[in-house]
């Protein structure tokens, strides 16, 4: 079964996956070649293997291969490692993309094809992988909570004659389940297909001692607890609520770590500046490759945001066995938080409710936090996702 993911461009947390199926299809073919010679050795008949044999490549849409443009941010971001490299990709020409994917796919002769959100830039994808009788899937992370009362009535009309066009849904989390079965999708027509991250590396990488206490004296911090936010200053995700909830606590032995960059940063540190009896430390801009660092030197992590429809910071937070804190526009919350075992939520805005739950967190039992965190990822991590993707296709291409 050979598959296509389409999606606009290369992320830090995505690459690793599609670099993990590609270890994973490498594996599984060295074993099922193995399994044949055994097979022939012993004077036994081939196996069909035609149903068990994958492929997975990546069509990227609109990228140049240049570092990627935040448009939130206002500026170009690299992540510190090669997007390009470890895995099949092939770059399609935005000027065109219709038919440049039309060529890619006429030439891979694909089984399946998962599109990544119902984006302009996909316009005719799905018409295209239609009269090739190609089944083609949606991923999408929509979510109800952030749709005002004129958007849910729109998309309520419009969406489900939209749709029809797809075979299949992946969803990123149970939110968004959630959303799809509003729009009266079964749930067997839907999968999960999350935005993972590599917990192996994340784990591994904050596990480093010496590395972690370098940064822990290079930002000179002395507390013990250590609360962090990785945020874009941006008014959808800007940590007001933390900084509100830290000065309510008033306590010295504390420190927050606001790592991210924005147009807020700036009222952020003027408030944060009033507020000079308290260790608040702002460090810009971090590469991808050293959040880790961070994650380790820390007990709490706090993801405030106004509207996210899942945050990938909150499953890079438990990889590395912090307790984590989010708003209840979160979506991920509801999917790798229990409630008071390895994480909370509080509404967002309420901050004297987040300062209670910073202070339950403080206490909260670690070799519980770690069990629970352990039981949860094994739920959302690459193995799962990949799982569901071979599943989806083999039932579809089986109908």
Not at 3 to 17: G, S, Y
Not at 58 to 64: H, S
Not at 326 to 333: E, L, P, R
Request: proline share 3%; net charge neutral; with cysteine.
């Amino acid at each position: 079964m050979k598959i296509a993911f389409i999606v606009e461009f290369p992320t830090q947390f995505e690459v690793p996956f599609y670099q993990y199926v590609a270890k994973e299809l490498k594996a599984e073919s060295l074993k099922l070649k193995a399994e044949g010679e055994r097979r022939k050795a012993e004077g036994l008949k081939p196996k069909a293997l035609e149903n068990e044999r994958f492929d997975f490549h990546v069509i990227f849409n609109n990228t140049d291969q240049q570092d990627y443009h935040d448009f939130e941010l206002g500026k170009k971001v690299g992540w510190g490692f090669n997007l390009y490299e470890g895995y099949t990709h092939f770059i399609a020409d935005r000027n065109d993309i219709v038919n440049a994917v039309d060529t890619i796919i006429t030439r891979e002769n694909y089984d399946y094809i998962i599109l990544n959100g119902y984006k302009n830039s996909y316009k005719g994808l799905a018409k295209l992988c239609k009269s090739k009788n190609i089944p083609i899937a949606l991923r999408i992370d929509s979510v109800l909570y952030n749709l005002s009362p004129v958007k849910k009535f729109l998309k309520r009309i419009y969406l489900p004659f939209a749709y029809r066009q797809f075979d299949h849904f992946f969803a990123v989390g149970s939110e968004t389940k959630r959303f799809l079965n509003w729009l009266s999708i079964a749930n067997h027509r839907i999968s999960y297909f999350s935005y993972s991250v590599d917990e192996v590396w994340f784990k591994a990488q904050s596990a480093d001692v010496e590395k972690v206490k370098f940064l822990k004296e290079t930002l000179q911090i002395k507390n013990e607890t250590v609360l962090l936010s990785v945020a874009k200053f941006v008014p959808r995700e800007s940590p007001w609520d933390i900084l509100e909830a830290f000065k309510l606590l008033n306590d010295k032995n504390l420190t927050l770590i606001l790592v991210g960059d924005g147009e807020e940063r700036k009222a952020l540190e003027e408030y944060a500046n009033q507020n000079s009896h308290l260790q608040i430390i702002f460090t810009g801009y971090v590469p991808y490759q050293q959040l880790p660092y961070y994650y380790g030197l820390s007990t709490i992590f706090i993801h405030a945001a106004k509207n996210e429809p899942w945050g990938v910071s909150v499953h890079e937070a438990l990889s590395c066995n912090c307790s984590v804190i989010t708003s209840d526009k979160v979506g991920s919350s509801k999917d790798l938080i229990v409630e008071g075992k390895n994480g909370h939520t509080y509404p967002f805005g309420d901050y004297k409710y987040l300062a209670d739950k910073i202070q339950e967190s403080i206490i909260l039992n670690g070799s519980i936090k770690n069990e629970i965190n352990q039981i949860v990822l094994e739920k959302w991590g690459y193995q799962f996702m990949w799982k569901e993707i071979k599943t989806a296709t083999l039932r579809q291409n089986h109908k």
